[in-house]
């Protein structure tokens, strides 16, 4: 059974848009700094975001991602959101959140062997 889940992804054409979830079956995600991650066949593991626990209210980008992507929560579905605008075809990948699960939850410099991962949602930017 799966502890963490991404969901959301799917194919678009260039110039969309998704948002995808990371969602938590038996712990809170509130409480830590969830990482977003994604990998290209045949590339490296490529950090994308971060963004704190809640009670820091706080996020970090890489600088490829910035002005296209937004990471946030809804705690209430215990849900960590990646929203993608402007997708390109270079977005294509498998698309993971971690959690590190070092307290309380600041968000570091994506170097980290995160505690938590999902299994991936797959993205494809295809005309």
């Known amino acids: 059974q799966l502890r963490i889940v991404e969901s959301g992804g799917g194919l678009v054409q260039p110039g969309g848009s998704l948002r995808l979830s990371c969602t938590a079956s038996?712990?809170?995600?509130?409480?830590?700094?969830i990482v977003w991650f994604r990998q290209a066949p045949g590339k490296e593991r490529e950090a994308l975001s971060c963004?704190?626990?809640?009670?820091?209210?706080?996020?970090v980008y890489v600088d490829s991602v910035k002005g296209r992507f937004t990471t946030s929560r809804d705690n209430a579905k215990n849900t960590v959101y990646l929203q993608i605008n402007s997708l390109k075809p270079e977005d294509t990948a498998v698309y993971y959140c971690?959690?590190?699960?070092?307290?309380?939850?600041?968000?570091?410099?994506?170097?980290?062997?995160?505690?938590?991962w999902g299994r991936g949602t797959q993205v494809t930017v295809s005309p």
């Open positions: 971690a959690v590190d699960g070092r307290l309380p939850g600041v968000c570091g410099g994506f170097d980290y062997s995160y505690d938590w």
């Open positions: 038996d712990f809170t995600l509130d409480d830590y700094a």
């Open positions: 963004i704190s626990s809640s009670t820091y209210d706080s996020t």
